[in-house]
T-cell receptor, first 114, second 116 residues
Framework: AQSVSQHNHHVILSEAASLELGCNYS??????LFWYVQYPGQHLQLLLK??????LVKGIKGFEAEFIKSKFSFNLRKPSVQWSDTAEYFC????????????FGSGTRLQVQP | KAGVTQTPRYLIKTRGQQVTLSCSPI?????VSWYQQTPGQGLQFLFE???????NKGNFPGRFSGRQFSNSRSEMNVSTLELGDSALYLC???????????????FGPGTRLTVL
């Protein structure tokens, strides 16, 4: 069965610090990869996605992620975080060819201190 | 363009009752998926509909069911509610042109169900 692991459950950073959130997946086949963010009191929003092509993908708000197929990883990065990045971040995977059900990681709570 | 809308936003029920939640996808989106979010289990896939047909089903008991209408609106029903069904139920829609297509999913605000 497919699974997604997010190793950091709670991360606390100061503003302007760099961010890297880990995500590893287990899936028997070609995958699509996503990072979603859930700001306090708001619904899940898509940060970025990888379907194919350049393994380094850029998303909204200065976030980027790199797909490393050999490591089954899709880590999220941001060079300089802001207080407004405080949120919960979810990595998710689904299969190609119509297997659209998303498998989510357990989430990482990011707290950015001013 | 309006986002995914879900009604009601909050619901309180007692054990043994049944509940129906509604989801209106983004205009033009024909795929609708449902997820359950709880502190203990996280986000778990319930089922997905495309063109009024259930395409995928997650590992939930038969008390959880759903349907999709010709206008792509979807409902999910939970019968014989249990305390453990208390959760945030999220609906997501996706712009796919065929049953075999794939694209990102856009989530609604969810319905918070509390079972007493």
């Amino acid at each position: 069965a497919q699974s997604v692991s997010q190793h950091n459950h709670h991360v606390i950073l100061s503003e302007a610090a760099s961010l890297e959130l880990g995500c590893n997946y287990s899936y028997g086949g070609t995958v699509n990869l996503f990072w979603y963010v859930q700001y306090p009191g708001q619904h899940l929003q898509l940060l970025l996605k990888y379907f194919s092509g350049d393994p380094l993908v850029k998303g909204i708000k200065g976030f980027e992620a790199e797909f490393i197929k050999s490591k089954f990883s899709f880590n999220l990065r941001k060079p300089s975080v802001q207080w407004s990045d405080t949120a919960e971040y979810f990595c998710a995977v689904n299969g190609v060819m119509g297997r659209r059900a998303l498998t989510f990681g357990s989430g990482t709570r990011l707290q950015v201190q001013p | 363009k309006a986002g995914v809308t879900q009604t009601p936003r909050y619901l309180i029920k007692t054990r043994g009752q049944q509940v129906t939640l509604s989801c209106s996808p983004i205009s033009g989106h024909r795929s609708v998926s449902w997820y359950q979010q709880t502190p203990g289990q996280g986000l778990q896939f319930l089922f997905e509909y495309f063109s009024e047909t259930q395409r995928n089903k997650g590992n939930f008991p038969g008390r959880f069911s759903g349907r999709q209408f010709s206008n792509s609106r979807s409902e999910m029903n939970v019968s014989t509610l249990e305390l453990g069904d208390s959760a945030l139920y999220l609906c997501a829609s996706s712009l796919v042109s065929s049953a075999g297509g794939n694209n990102e999913q856009f989530f609604g605000p969810g319905t918070r169900l509390t079972v007493l």
